[in-house]
């Protein structure tokens, strides 16, 4: 196994167990973060995330990416948490972003803006097209039932749909598409993390 991969999940696991023990909210929130930073590096060196950790990785990037929609954190620099916020998302393989209430990308890494480079693919006009998913009946699944607009009206989707994504190349990709709703501090929802993970391509 690669040391640094090992290194890492060392690394996660001691954060999770601090998280665990840790009662004070502030020291929360620093660990929360830390962790957040972690898994995203652990992401990276694996290229890869089992659904189980997936789950722990959007519900923290929720609570962290929630000062940037809500502030609920008085103290805390808006252009901070975003460039903290924005550097997370840039060392994950795989296209993750963030949305407001409306469905609009407020941050969103290279990855995800090549699958929907504006807004989350439900909400967006121009390349709704390019998305295809299927029911348990085979037919196809109104955008309304695709995970980033369930997150918006508060449910979480782990481990996620599996779509066609139709590039500009004339490429079909496997991807699996996840999404976490992202709430104020009095529980309504400001917006969404995203995830589309790559499964395999198939040349059209």
Not at 59 to 64: C, E, K, L, T
Not at 117 to 135: L, M, N
Not at 153 to 172: A, K, L, S, Y
């Amino acid at each position: 196994m690669d040391q640094r991969i090992l290194i890492a999940r060392l690394t996660v696991e001691h954060y999770r167990h601090k998280l665990a023990g840790e009662r004070d909210v502030a020291k929360r929130q620093i660990i929360s973060d830390l962790l957040v930073e972690e898994e995203a590096k652990l992401a990276a060196l694996t290229k890869t995330f089992a659904s189980g950790d997936l789950e722990q990785l959007l519900d923290m990037v929720a609570r962290h990416a929630a000062e940037l929609l809500g502030g609920e954190r008085p103290g805390t620099d808006r252009p901070e948490s975003e460039a903290r916020l924005a550097s997370l998302l840039d060392q994950m393989p795989f296209g993750f972003g963030l949305t407001d209430h409306t469905g609009v990308w407020t941050l969103a890494n290279l990855p995800m803006r090549r699958y929907a480079p504006e807004k989350i693919p439900s909400r967006d006009p121009e390349a709704i097209h390019r998305w295809q998913t299927f029911d348990t009946e085979g037919c196809p699944l109104d955008p309304s039932h695709w995970p980033n607009a369930r997150a918006l009206r508060g449910e979480t989707v782990i481990p996620g749909i599996e779509f066609i994504h139709n590039t500009n190349d004339g490429q079909q990709i496997f991807v699996r598409m996840a999404a976490a709703p992202v709430r104020y501090a009095d529980g309504h929802v400001a917006g969404a993390v995203c995830v589309v993970q790559e499964l395999e391509k198939l040349n059209v």
